[in-house]
């Protein structure tokens, strides 16, 4: 149980091109979402977290409007990354949290890694 | 002071043998900790997530919680080369969003 996808699960863009990430918990409910971003050999920081039906929160220095998130279902969370540019270039993990459990457990995506160039 | 700390490693470990991984938290507050494995080029999966206070085992894992010192560690008994990977502590941070704080992680290489 408590398995999340993602997919692509790796994507080479031009640069000023979107990308989309899909993040689908296959076998739970997640109100809540998460999406974080690694970079070669440092750990996870958090970029927003997602929640069905309504705004996503984003973390100190995450541009909103350079990371679209959209949490339309109770199973599918969406990370766009508009106009993409070679420094976004990075591993993009997201995570979901079983909403008919109490604990604060995330369970974690395959991650996408992301290319632009 | 981070909120999470984790000595980076890398800590060597011949096979057959004991790892202990060492976590330090700030907020007094927090409620839920949670290790995590990363191999490289992977995403974290979970191995252990511990509450009360004392000890937690789980096969060759135990977890171990102390509040008033605010120290969690994770022990891996009988270390085999696949547990070679980065161990990520997470520690909840209590509000609205319940999100995750995570350490840098520490790097275990298991020698055979």
């Known amino acids: 149980g408590a398995v999340v996808s993602q997919h692509p699960s790796r994507v080479i863009c031009k640069s000023g091109t979107s990308v989309k990430i899909e993040c689908r918990s296959l076998?739970?409910?997640?109100?809540?979402m998460f999406w974080y971003r690694q970079f070669p050999k440092q750990s996870l920081m958090l970029m927003a977290t997602?929640?069905?039906?309504?705004?996503?929160?984003?973390e100190q220095g995450v541009e909103k409007d350079k990371f679209l998130i959209n949490h339309a279902s109770l199973t599918l969370s969406t990370l766009t990354v508009t106009s993409a540019h070679p420094e976004d270039s990075s591993f993009y993990i997201c995570?979901?949290?079983?909403?008919?459990?109490?604990?604060?457990?995330?369970?974690f995506g395959p991650g996408t890694r992301l290319t632009v160039l | 002071q981070k909120e999470v700390e984790q000595n980076s490693g890398p800590l060597s470990v011949p096979e057959g043998a004991i790892a202990s991984l060492n976590c330090t938290y700030s907020?007094?507050?927090?409620?839920?900790f949670f290790w995590y494995r990363q191999y490289s080029g992977k995403s974290p999966e979970l191995i252990m997530s511990?509450?009360?206070?004392g000890d937690k085992e789980d096969g060759r894992f135990t977890a171990q919680l102390n509040k008033a010192s605010q120290y969690v560690s994770l022990l891996i008994r009988d270390s085999q080369p696949s547990d070679s990977a980065t161990y990520l502590c997470?520690?909840?941070?209590?509000?609205?969003?319940?999100?995750?704080?995570f350490g840098t992680g520490t790097l275990l290489a298991v020698q055979p």
């Open positions: 995570s979901a949290r079983d909403s008919e459990k109490s604990t604060d457990t995330q369970y």
């Open positions: 997470a520690v909840n941070v209590r509000g609205a969003t319940n999100k995750l704080i």
């Open positions: 997602s929640n069905e039906g309504s705004k996503a929160t984003y």
């Open positions: 907020d007094r507050v927090s409620q839920s």
């Open positions: 511990i509450y009360s206070n």
């Open positions: 076998d739970f409910q997640a109100t809540t």
